[in-house]
Nanobody, 127 residues
Framework: QVQLVESGGGLVQAGGSLRLSCAAS?????MGWFRQAPGKEREFVAA????????YYADSMKGRFTISRDNIKSTLYLQMNSLRPEDTAVYYC???????????????????????WGQGTQVTVSS
């Protein structure tokens, strides 16, 4: 079982930055970040292949968000810059052992591909 513990959320002004962390008790094939605002569906943010380090981003995140990993600390990060009010959401760390979902890079953006989820951390961006 993979245990995920998230931290780093908070309240920031538009244009500010936050770095989210996800401490994992185990490693899996892929890890990623999703977000969900009230009344909206869960949205893909970014993902990484744990061993190779290949990264994948939603188009709206490219150039603003950066996903990375620390193999020694077994920690996943999401650096968020140039934050906008529309980035306000609960951000979830996810991990997947379902390697069969990732034959194509598009698999990384599917919530169904992930079988472990963190508790979520609130990110609020004020205007």
């Amino acid at each position: 079982q993979v245990q995920l513990v998230e931290s780093g959320g908070g309240l920031v002004q538009a244009g500010g930055s936050l770095r989210l962390s996800c401490a994992a008790s185990g490693r899996d094939y892929a890890m990623g970040w999703f977000r969900q605002a009230p009344g909206k569906e869960r949205e893909f943010v970014a993902a990484i292949n744990w061993s190779a380090g290949n990264t994948y981003y939603a188009d709206s995140m490219k150039g603003r968000f950066t996903i990375s990993r620390d193999n020694i600390k077994s920690t996943l990060y999401l650096q968020m810059n140039s934050l906008r009010p529309e980035d306000t959401a609960v951000y979830y760390c996810a991990a997947s052992s379902r390697y069969y979902y990732f034959g194509a890079s598009t698999g990384y953006s599917r919530a169904a591909a992930y079988d472990y989820w963190g508790q979520g951390t609130q990110v609020t961006v004020s205007s």
